[in-house]
């Protein structure tokens, strides 16, 4: 029994050195190295964006000008539900044989949308042992493409709508090895001239306009929006550990 609890003490001091960054691994990205990452990504759209919550996915490469500044690009898509009780009704009726009103429903009607988001970004980063805390900025496009099966007989041209976007954030990396790392960011999505009618399925022909949604008013319209995305992701630098 003793020897047991000395071998877990043992491992918990080694995986405790470890987490703490006190091996000799020297895993410090050196300036001309490239460093790609994957990241599963958590996407929580403005409140007033009409958007679902969503999950995405997204890949960036940095090429490092100096052991910590580096520039490179990035892109990620998500596939979100539009919040349906945004827009106006939509009226279907039902017909008597001799062409009478006989009974007309009310429906909320939602799409899920393909949101692609891409463009330059720059990195600044700290070597803390095996931990590379780091900020980011960037700047890019967003673009929205539409269910085209489920677009407005009255508007089938409209497919996609985009406009530029900016980003802020921050995060933590840890090094497993000295060209793999896993990595945690947080960062803030700002999509400008957005107008949420655009993601609207609300038919001119077909909308209902003389009974308003009974639930709650949506908030305000904005064309600046902020979005929250939380990711996580697995980075390797190529030809590192050659």
């Avoid at 958007?51 to 500044?69: D, I, K, N, Q, R």
């Avoid at 939509?90 to 429903?105: G, V």
């Avoid at 429906?107 to 949101?115: E, H």
């Amino acid at each position: 029994m003793r020897d047991s609890w000395h071998a877990i003490r043992r491992g918990s001091i080694a995986l405790a050195m470890v987490l703490l960054g006190t091996g000799p691994l020297d895993a410090q990205i050196q300036s001309g190295q490239f460093l790609i990452s994957v990241r599963a990504e958590h996407m929580r759209y403005a409140e007033s964006a009409a958007l679902e919550t969503s999950g995405a996915v997204g890949v960036e490469t940095m090429y490092f000008l100096t052991s910590h500044l580096a520039v490179g690009f990035q892109a990620s898509v998500a596939r979100p539900w539009t919040k349906g009780e945004y827009f106006p009704l939509m009226r279907h009726t039902y017909w008597t044989p001799n062409s009478a009103n006989d009974t007309t429903l009310l429906y909320v009607v939602s799409q899920q949308v393909t949101a692609f988001d891409y463009g330059l970004q720059a990195e600044y980063r700290l070597a803390l042992g095996r931990f590379e805390p780091m900020v980011q900025a960037g700047v890019g496009r967003y673009t929205f493409f539409l269910d085209p099966q489920s677009q407005p007989q009255s508007d089938r041209e409209r497919r996609t709508f985009s406009g530029l976007a900016y980003s802020v954030g921050g995060g933590l990396s840890f090094a497993v090895s000295e060209d793999a790392r896993i990595m945690v960011t947080v960062s803030d999505r700002i999509y400008t001239g957005f107008d949420r009618d655009n993601l609207s399925l609300a038919d001119r022909l077909l909308r209902e306009d003389r009974f308003p949604n009974p639930l709650p008013p949506p908030p305000p319209e904005e064309d600046v929006i902020h979005n929250l995305r939380i990711s996580a992701g697995f980075s390797f630098a190529p030809g590192r550990g050659r």
